[in-house]
Structure formats: C-alpha cells, structure tokens
C-alpha cells in the first residue's frame, strides 16, 4: 500500500484506543527500528498490546476486535509522546490508517504523521469524549472527516467539530505531495524567482 494518497472527505467507522499518553515506544517497540524503509512497520504497530507473549493475538486488544475496522483511529489525549522516532507515524500509516483523532497530539509526532499522510485532527475533550461514547455504544458508528473544510462529524449524533492545519500541510495532503514533490512541482516558480532577481 502506498502512503501517498490524495485527501478529501473521508467517510469511515473507527478503532477506539481509549488510553493517554500513549508514547512513540508504544505505537511502535525501540526493537523493530532496524530497518530502513517503512515497509511492514503496520505488522508491528502497537505490538506489545496486540501480541501475547507467544506471539498470539491478544484478543483484548482492539485491533483484534473484529467488530471495530476503519481507516480512523481515535486515540486518548497526549498521543504520540515520547522519543521522536518517525518509524511511529510509519507503522499508523503502513497499517492503514489514514486519520488520528485525539484532543493533543506530542508536536513532533504530529508532524511526523502529517509527512506521512495521516491526518492528525485535533479536536475538544468534549467532542473527544462523546465521540467515544458513540463508538461503545455502536461499534459501527462512523465520523466524517472533511480536509477542505476542516471539520469532522460524528454521524451518529451530528456533532461536528472544525480543526486546524497548517495551510502548506493542508495543500499537500490535497494533493498527494511530500515535501520533495512539492519542490518538484514548484520549479518552473523557482527557477523565474532565481532569474529575477539573478545578480
């Protein structure tokens, strides 16, 4: 699968993770870091909650509940905190989310998931806690997330929140661009800025 995908209005059920300060090590153990290229890091993605010792799926795990799917994980306050490892972000993504929602998300983490296209949406306590509240009470229940307007739904209760994003963030993930394609894409605007004013 690659990350690389244009956003939009993404329509999606959601995978509830309930806990705070849920930290980088966590998302992804310091054990897995060896390798070099994201693939096959979402193999691994919360793996000491998601495995029994034995290497088993834990079937108290969320991720195992068959009952929650979605491209939209819902996470507690203060996600992502910890070491600033982007293998993180890497294992979100390689294992198919393209949305974090949670009420604070650690900057660098943040960052992180927006270079690798997933979309960390900020939104209240309140929100946060209902949205919760809908996702236990139907495993179904699926939220709205609209980039251009930067807002997300809960369709179950219609409660919608609006969220910020950086606007050059916001562009690139419109239109499926990392850093080096945005630059790519700009040249022909590089090259008649650097001819203009050419000393």
């Given at each position: 699968m690659t990350m690389k995908?244009?956003?939009?209005?993404?329509?999606?059920?959601?995978v509830p993770l309930p806990l705070e300060?849920?930290?980088t090590d966590q998302i992804i153990p310091a054990r897995f870091l060896k390798a070099t290229d994201k693939n096959g890091f979402g193999d691994n993605?919360?793996?000491?909650?998601?495995?029994?010792?034995?290497?088993?799926p834990n079937p108290n795990?969320?991720?195992?509940?068959?009952?929650?799917s979605g491209c939209v994980l819902v996470a507690g306050k203060n996600f992502g905190s910890g070491s600033s490892r982007e293998h993180a972000a890497w294992a979100i993504a390689g294992y198919g989310f393209r949305?974090?929602?949670?009420?604070?998300?650690?900057?660098?983490?943040?960052?992180?998931?927006l270079n690798n296209f997933v979309l960390?949406?900020?939104?209240?306590?309140?929100?946060?806690?209902?949205?919760?509240?809908?996702?236990n009470a139907n495993p179904?229940?699926?939220?709205k997330i609209d980039l251009p307007q930067q807002t997300v739904t809960n369709?179950?209760?219609?409660?919608?929140?609006?969220?910020?994003?950086?606007?050059?963030k916001k562009h690139c993930l419109m239109n499926g661009l990392d850093d080096i394609d945005f630059l790519v894409q700009s040249k022909a605007l590089i090259t008649k800025w650097e001819q203009q004013y050419k000393r």
């Amino acid at each position: 699968m690659t990350m690389k995908q244009k956003f939009d209005i993404i329509i999606s059920s959601c995978v509830p993770l309930p806990l705070e300060n849920v930290d980088t090590d966590q998302i992804i153990p310091a054990r897995f870091l060896k390798a070099t290229d994201k693939n096959g890091f979402g193999d691994n993605l919360f793996h000491d909650w998601r495995y029994s010792a034995d290497g088993t799926p834990n079937p108290n795990f969320v991720l195992n509940q068959p009952q929650y799917s979605g491209c939209v994980l819902v996470a507690g306050k203060n996600f992502g905190s910890g070491s600033s490892r982007e293998h993180a972000a890497w294992a979100i993504a390689g294992y198919g989310f393209r949305v974090v929602i949670s009420s604070f998300f650690a900057d660098i983490h943040k960052n992180n998931e927006l270079n690798n296209f997933v979309l960390p949406v900020v939104v209240s306590e309140g929100f946060l806690k209902n949205l919760f509240s809908a996702i236990n009470a139907n495993p179904a229940c699926q939220v709205k997330i609209d980039l251009p307007q930067q807002t997300v739904t809960n369709l179950d209760t219609g409660e919608c929140e609006s969220f910020e994003i950086n606007g050059y963030k916001k562009h690139c993930l419109m239109n499926g661009l990392d850093d080096i394609d945005f630059l790519v894409q700009s040249k022909a605007l590089i090259t008649k800025w650097e001819q203009q004013y050419k000393r």
